[in-house]
């Protein structure tokens, strides 16, 4: 409601960096069941590259009353801590498949377990092999 935005407005999410908080909003935002959010490829920085028009202004503009509901339409994007906890059995019993992989997709730093991030309670390391 803040930012004006419905389940009827179409969304595109970037960032300036290797979008990785623009393709985590695309996915938060398509859990959460809106219909019409894109990525914009290469970001603002190819977007600039591309001597697109940018603006420099600060001010916010006056934002619609909207109303966007959330409910999750895409339970295909999370997976359950059973289905995970299955996954690993299933390997260690070694009834895996090519098909199945755990995939940690954070830096090697926080993969080894030397670097934590987000929060300051939470447990460095990977879930195990």
Known sequence: VEK????DTPVVVYDGGKM???????????LYGHPRVHVLDGGITRWKLEEREVEMDHTTPPKPNT??????????????V????????????????????????????????????????????RIPK
């Open 82 to 125: 059973n289905e995970v906890e299955h996954i690993l059995q299933l390997v260690s019993e070694k009834k895996d498949t090519p098909r199945t992989h755990i995939v940690d997709a954070r830096p090697p730093a926080q993969f080894q377990g030397t670097e934590k991030r987000g929060c300051v309670k939470c447990v460095a390391g």
């Open 4 to 7: 004006g935005v419905s389940n």
């Open 67 to 80: 109303t966007f509901k959330a409910s999750i339409q895409y339970p295909f994007l999370r997976t359950e």
């Open 20 to 30: 990785m908080f623009a393709t985590r909003l695309w996915w938060a935002l398509k």
